[in-house]
């Protein structure tokens, strides 16, 4: 579905993340590991067509993908969740998901409007406020928000950035019920995460990210078998610093 090679980029003149290659399959969950500032979120940008900086090859279901500007790239089915959830303070619930059905709604006006049947029946505490105004939700039920709004353009894979930062477990488990449900339906998903007890075994395989270069592909369950993998974690800092 997804195919990254040697994606490079960043800000101004030296790239953040350099040489990516990296390969989600259909349907498959992929976790993408790394510390704070090893370039998960820049790497994301670079896929969604909104980093300043970029090279490389992104195709999306075999098409490229990589030059587009970044509303070409969720008409093409590539949608992000991003890190800090980036909800609409001001919007009722109802019109922040509103907002993520705008490239759905030029194509087809009835498939948009039923689109959010389908994220009410996912998220049923989103149908219970869909009139509240986002800002004064729960970080939780601002979640929600972010991954409806995604859903609202009916993607063919989802790039999820943290969703789970700063949430109690009650909430996590809630929400990881959901994209598992997702899952079973198809969707294809690219998981940044820095908790490893979340991420493995919700994934198939998972890349780690050090200092913008990929230092480990791996099989998920592999990983979370081993029991050197603080110190495996420690070492590729190592080797990448
Ligand atoms: N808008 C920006 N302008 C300049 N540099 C940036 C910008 N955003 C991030 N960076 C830098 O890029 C590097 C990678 O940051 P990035 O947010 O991609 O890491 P990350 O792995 O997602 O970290 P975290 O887990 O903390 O979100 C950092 O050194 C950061 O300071």
Redesign the pocket.
């Known amino acids: 579905m997804l195919e990254l090679c040697k994606v490079s980029g960043?800000?101004?003149h030296a790239p953040?993340v350099r040489n990516v290659d990296l390969r989600v399959e259909r349907g498959e969950t992929v976790a993408l590991l790394?510390p704070?500032?090893?370039?998960?979120?820049?790497?994301l940008a670079a896929l969604s067509g909104i980093l300043p900086q970029r090279s490389g090859t992104v195709k999306l279901g075999g098409a490229d993908v990589g030059g587009l500007p970044s509303h070409r790239i969720v008409e093409c089915g590539l949608v992000q969740v991003p890190?800090g959830r980036h909800v609409f303070a001001p919007l009722s619930v109802e019109d922040n998901l509103r907002l993520g059905s705008v490239s759905l709604v030029r194509r087809d006006r009835a498939r948009a409007e039923e689109r959010f049947d389908f994220v009410y029946r996912l998220f049923p505490r989103l149908a219970e406020r869909r009139r509240q105004l986002a800002g004064t939700l729960s970080g939780g039920e601002q979640q929600m928000v972010a991954i409806g709004r995604a859903l609202m353009s009916v993607p063919r894979m989802l790039l999820l950035d943290?969703p789970f930062l700063g949430l109690a477990p009650r909430v996590v488990e809630e929400i990881l019920a959901v994209l598992d449900r997702l899952r079973a339906e198809g969707l294809t998903m690219l998981l940044?995460e820095?908790k490893l007890d979340i991420a493995l075994p919700f994934t198939r395989r998972a890349y780690v990210?050090m200092k913008g270069r990929i230092a480990l592909a791996a099989d998920s369950a592999e990983l979370a078998r081993r029991d050197d993998l603080a110190q495996l974690y420690f070492d590729l800092a190592r080797q990448a610093a």
């Open positions: 960043g800000y101004g953040v790394g704070n500032g090893a370039g998960k979120t820049t790497l890190e943290e940044v820095q990210l």
